[in-house]
């Protein structure tokens, strides 16, 4: 009660009340004629968000069921597909894969670092009978962006897909698919798009498309065809999730009544200010060169453990860090800011982690991080009149 509650995870993120007013009203018939007008109107949106000129499917299910739906959608067993890991998410690809009975080639970077595309284009010229190249456009484990403008310039001149999971990158950073050549673009609805868990949102190609069409279907549920069928009636296979596409109508217009391009802005101004602040708190940053601009991932010092950081950061500040993944579950912290969050909801971000990381024992140093990072903020933010968002990856 006498703290605010602040969730500065890497998803779920804090719902706006504009959202949350949506999704308080009371049930709409999906195969009724208001919910088909919320449909289509949303489509028109999300070909904006997703920068393409094809539907976009809504799905029921979290992320990984559409990470799910687009393996099984475009790879039939026995093919050939390299799987880009270099963190948590990068493995749940090549699990999701194995389980479709595909032979999976595994390009294994660096945690904290983003792939190459050039060990990519080595990789499909060593092996010509790979169909799909499956990566994340923001590896949210680590805090890595992968290049895959770069990535998809190695593959849309060659007979392979590329999948991009883009869970923690689509509303967060520029990701234009159809612009930039990627073949699959998903996501879910509990990070940029600043909605409960429970949506997914998967797009493709048209030769994505072709490939969709020769592949045998695996399972009822997830039909992409069928599912394109139906969105260009306003419509989903099966009951649809009601309240979050109506809630996602909502979302979509706060997003484009901003404009995308501040959106990103923000969204980098949000990093320029983590960053700025973990550093003046003395700590060391775990994506050092390619960083998301959702999360910022730091390491905690020597001794210091996360789920205590953690734990304290909630309890005595209403604010709610996440720890590492996987082997970095003790050593690392990662402060989501990403969707319906802003530069107070970081600096507040940035004084629990300083003020639990004392309480675990540890010293941040007397630097003035605050004035520090707002003063970045404000930079990135501002710029110089006129100045275009740095090019990822250029
Ligand atoms: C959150 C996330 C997922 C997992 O999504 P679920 O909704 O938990 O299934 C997958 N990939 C990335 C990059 C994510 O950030």
């Known amino acids: 009660m006498l703290n605010k509650t602040r969730l500065l995870t890497p998803g779920p993120t804090p719902l706006p009340e504009r959202v949350r007013l949506v999704l308080a009203q009371d049930m709409i018939h999906h195969r009724k004629s208001a919910f088909k007008q919320a449909m289509h109107a949303t489509q028109e949106k999300l070909r904006v968000l997703f920068g393409t000129e094809g539907p976009v499917l809504p799905l029921s299910c979290s992320g990984t069921g559409a990470m799910t739906a687009a393996l099984h959608g475009l790879c039939a067993p026995g093919e050939r597909i390299l799987v880009i890991e270099g963190g948590k998410f990068g493995q749940r690809w090549r699990e999701i894969a194995q389980v479709r009975g595909l032979e999976c080639l595994t390009l294994?970077?660096?945690?904290?670092?983003?792939?190459?595309?050039?060990d990519v284009a080595r990789m499909l010229d060593a092996h010509p009978d790979i169909a799909a190249v499956c990566v994340q456009v923001s590896e949210t484990s680590t805090g890595v962006l992968h290049p895959v403008r770069e990535l998809a310039a190695v593959t849309r001149g060659r007979d392979v897909l590329l999948i991009a999971d883009g869970i923690s990158a689509v509303g967060i950073s520029p990701c234009p698919m159809d612009d930039w050549g990627i073949d699959c673009l998903l996501t879910g609805s509990q990070k940029g798009l600043m909605l409960p868990p429970g949506?997914?949102?998967?797009?493709?190609?048209?030769?994505?498309?072709?490939?969709?069409?020769?592949?045998a279907p695996s399972c009822?549920?997830?039909?992409?065809?069928?599912?394109?069928?139906?969105?260009?009636?306003?419509?989903?296979?099966?009951?649809?999730?009601?309240?979050?596409?109506?809630g996602l109508a909502e979302s979509l217009d706060m997003l484009l009544e901003a404009g995308l391009d501040a959106v990103y802005r923000k969204q980098w101004?949000?990093?320029?200010?983590?960053?700025?602040?973990?550093?003046?708190?003395?700590?060391?940053?775990?994506a050092p060169a390619h960083f998301t601009w959702g999360l910022t991932s730091v390491r905690l010092p020597a001794g210091i453990s996360a789920p205590d950081v953690v734990k304290y950061a909630?309890?005595?500040?209403?604010?709610?860090?996440?720890?590492?993944?996987?082997?970095?579950?003790?050593?690392?912290?990662?402060?989501?800011?990403?969707?319906?969050?802003?530069?107070?909801?970081?600096?507040?971000?940035?004084?629990?982690?300083?003020?639990?990381?004392?309480?675990?024992?540890?010293?941040?140093?007397?630097?003035d991080y605050l004035s520090l990072s707002f003063a970045a903020y404000r930079q990135a933010l501002e710029g110089p009149a006129g100045a275009p968002l740095p090019l990822i990856h250029s």
């Open 108 to 118: 294994e970077v660096e945690w904290g670092q983003a792939v190459r595309p050039q």
């Open 199 to 215: 949506l997914a949102l998967l797009a493709l190609s048209p030769r994505a498309w072709e490939k969709a069409a020769q592949v």
């Open 220 to 246: 009822f549920y997830f039909n992409l065809l069928k599912e394109r069928d139906n969105v260009l009636k306003g419509q989903t296979l099966f009951t649809s999730p009601v309240s979050l596409i109506l």
């Open 269 to 286: 101004a949000l990093t320029m200010m983590a960053r700025t602040g973990a550093k003046a708190l003395g700590l060391e940053l775990f």
């Open 314 to 367: 909630a309890e005595d500040y209403g604010v709610y860090l996440a720890g590492g993944q996987d082997r970095l579950k003790s050593s690392v912290i990662r402060i989501g800011h990403m969707g319906w969050v802003d530069w107070a909801d970081v600096l507040a971000g940035l004084s629990a982690l300083k003020a639990s990381i004392e309480k675990a024992g540890g010293w941040c140093g007397s630097r």
